[in-house]
C-alpha cells in the first residue's frame, strides 16, 4: 500500500482535465502527404511513450482541428495488448491527429503540470490498476469514463512542476543517448557496407580480394537435433544451446559443443546472425561454419551482416523463409587476405563495442529513472522548494 504527504490529494484524472476524456477520428489511415495531417495511431507510441514516425501515415479529413493534438494533451490507448500506454504530445513532433483507439486528457495546465500527470501514467500503481480494470469485459480495453476514474496524487503547481523537470532531465539525457546510438549506428552501417565491399581500404593492404562462393571457402554445418531432456533451463555451469532466434533455448550439460569465438546463422529465421563469445551448442535449427585457419569469423560474420537483405531475398522463394545449406554455399563472396579480414573486423567491432557500452548506459540511466519517478511520484523523496 503506498502512501502520500499528508499535503498531497488522491484524486481522479477526470479532475485533472480541462474537457471530458475524448475518443480519436473513426478514419482509415493515408500514405503520408504533406498536404494531409499526420496520424498517430497505437502502433505509432512505442512502450516508454514515444512518438515513432518511422511509418508515417497522415489522414484526410475535415475536422482536423477537432482532433488536432495540443501541449498538454496525453494520449492513452483503449484496446487491446497496448492497453495503458500513454504518450504525452510534444510540439516537436509536428501536427498530429489521433486515432479512434486512442483517448485524449487535455490536462488542465492551470493548476496542473502535464509532465507529471504523464508520469503517473506510467507508475507500477497504474500498470496495476491497468491490468485489472482491462480484463473486467473479458476482453483486454479500458474507456473514458474508466481512465477518467484513476485516482491520482497530486500537489501543488509548483512541487508538480519541479518533479517534472527533473523527470524531464532524465527524459532528454535518455533522448540524447539514443539519438547518439542512432548516429553512430548509421556510421558504423557506412563503414561496413565500405570496409565489406572493398570500396574503402585500411592503410597498408592493397591487392585484389579473391572472388569466390561461400561453399568453395569454408564448410557449412548444421547444429545438432537436441531433445528436451538434454536441455536444462538452469544456466549454472551449463553451455548455451543456440536455436532460430539466436537466444539460448536453453543449457547443456556437456563440453562437447562449439568452441569460442565461432559464427552462427539462423535457418528459420532467415538472417538472424550470431557471434558467440562463449562455447555453445548449436540445435538443428542453426548453421554454423567450420574453423578455417584462412578465414576470421569475424569477418564472415560481418560479411553476412552486410548482405542480409540480399540473404533474406534469398530465402523468400519459399512460403515459408528458410535458409538451406545450398543456399548459403552458393554466396558470392570476396575475400581478402586474412591479415586484411582480421583488420577490417577489428575496426567493426571496435565500434560495435562503442555502441554496446552507450546502449548499456542508456539503460542504466532508465532504470535509474525508473527508480526516480517511483520516488518522486509517490512524495517518498522530496524536492527542495
Known amino acids: 500500500m503506498v502512501t502520500y ?22 478514419a482509415p489511415a493515408i500514405p503520408y502527404n504533406a498536404k494531409y495531417p499526420s496520424y498517430i495511431r497505437i502502433t505509432d507510441i512505442t512502450d516508454d511513450g514515444k512518438y515513432d514516425d518511422d511509418d508515417k501515415k497522415s489522414v484526410d479529413t475535415n475536422q482536423k482541428e477537432k482532433y488536432l493534438l495540443k501541449s498538454g494533451d496525453i494520449l492513452l490507448a483503449r484496446t487491446g495488448a497496448s492497453t495503458g500506454k500513454s504518450y504525452l504530445y510534444h510540439p516537436k513532433d509536428g501536427k498530429l491527429v489521433y486515432a479512434g483507439f486512442l483517448i485524449k486528457a487535455s490536462i488542465d495546465c492551470e493548476n496542473h503540470n502535464p509532465r507529471f500527470i504523464a508520469g503517473q501514467l506510467k507508475t507500477k500503481r497504474f500498470w496495476k490498476w491497468v491490468a485489472a480494470t482491462s ?13 477518467a476514474s484513476f485516482r491520482i496524487p497530486v500537489t501543488t503547481k509548483q512541487e508538480e512542476e ?41 592503410a597498408g593492404f592493397s591487392g585484389e580480394w579473391e572472388e569466390t562462393t561461400l561453399g568453395k571457402k569454408i564448410d557449412v554445418l548444421r547444429g545438432k537435433r537436441l531433445v528436451r531432456s538434454q536441455i536444462s533451463i538452469s544456466s549454472s555451469g551449463k553451455f548455451p544451446v543456440y536455436q532460430n532466434s539466436l537466444l539460448p533455448l536453453g543449457y547443456h550439460e556437456e563440453f562437447n559443443c562449439l568452441p569460442e569465438s565461432v559464427f552462427v546463422i539462423a535457418a528459420g529465421n532467415a538472417g538472424d546472425i550470431g ?26 560474420c560481418y560479411n553476412f551482416l552486410n548482405r542480409q537483405a540480399e540473404i533474406y ?14 543456399i548459403l554455399e552458393k554466396i558470392k563472396m570476396r575475400i581478402p587476405p586474412l591479415a586484411e579480414q ?4 577489428d575496426i567493426l567491432t571496435s565500434m560495435d563495442t562503442e555502441i554496446q557500452n552507450l546502449e548499456a548506459e542508456r539503460d542504466k540511466m532508465q532504470a535509474i529513472q525508473a527508480g526516480a519517478m517511483e520516488d518522486l511520484l509517490t512524495g517518498r523523496v522530496r524536492l527542495p522548494m
Open 5 to 26: 504527504p499528508k499535503d498531497w490529494k488522491i484524486v481522479p484524472l477526470g479532475e485533472c482535465v480541462k474537457e471530458k476524456l475524448s475518443y480519436g477520428i473513426n
Open 162 to 202: 519541479a518533479i517534472a523537470a527533473t523527470l524531464s532531465s532524465f527524459d532528454n539525457h535518455i533522448d540524447n543517448l539514443t539519438a547518439l546510438i542512432e548516429k553512430k549506428k548509421t556510421i558504423r552501417d557506412g563503414a561496413l557496407a565500405d570496409l565489406m565491399s572493398g570500396r574503402t581500404r585500411l
Open 275 to 300: 557471434y558467440s563469445k562463449t562455447a555453445f551448442w548449436a540445435a538443428d535449427d542453426c548453421y554454423y561454419f567450420e574453423h578455417d585457419d584462412n578465414i576470421d569469423q569475424k569477418f564472415l
Open 313 to 326: 531475398t534469398q530465402t523468400r522463394r519459399t512460403s515459408i523463409p528458410r535458409l538451406s545449406r545450398d
Open 342 to 345: 582480421k583488420a577490417i573486423a
Open 135 to 147: 480484463m473486467r469485459s473479458g476482453q483486454p480495453g479500458i474507456n473514458g469514463k474508466e481512465y
